[in-house]
Structure formats: structure tokens, C-alpha cells
């Protein structure tokens, strides 16, 4: 979570480790849907998350996600 709510720098290892867990578990679309959704609704309660921490995760972890890191992302599409 420092990584999120601070700008710059780089995420932990066990935040990466976390970005890849998610991604090795969501191979269908439906289950990318449901982990997108979730991701959402949990990040809204975390009113201090710098979107551009949030949206430069995947890429600083080396993780290639199909849908942009943003609170407006539609998950149905």
C-alpha cells in the first residue's frame, strides 16, 4: 500500500509478488471481471491513492494487464 499512496518510487517485492498472484489466478475474462470489480470497490475506500502510482503498478512490476489501472475503467469492457 505505500507504493499506492505515495508518488514515485518503487512497489515492494511482496506488492509485486501480490501483482502477480492476481494476475496467475485471473486467466479467464470473467475471472479478470470479478478481480477488476473488486479492485474497485476496495479502492474506494482508500481515499489517498495517487492514480498514477495505481495506474504505473503493473508496469513496475512486469506485469502486462489488458485493462488500464483507473477508477473510472469500465470492467464489463
Known amino acids: 500500500m505505500p507504493y499506492l499512496v505515495n508518488e514515485g518510487g518503487n512497489p515492494s517485492s511482496d506488492c509485486c509478488n501480490g501483482v502477480r498472484k492476481l494476475q496467475s489466478l ?16 476496495e479502492a474506494g475506500k482508500v481515499h489517498n ?6 495506474s ?5 512490476c512486469g ?8 477508477g473510472d475503467v469500465d470492467c464489463n469492457s
Request: proline share 14%; net charge positive; aromatic share 0%.
Open 26 to 41: 485471473t486467466p479467464s475474462t470473467g475471472e479478470r471481471r470479478a478481480a477488476c470489480q473488486c479492485m474497485k470497490q
Open 49 to 54: 491513492i495517487k492514480p498514477g502510482s495505481a
Open 56 to 60: 504505473n503498478l503493473p508496469g513496475k
Open 63 to 70: 506485469v502486462q494487464v489488458p485493462v488500464p489501472i483507473r
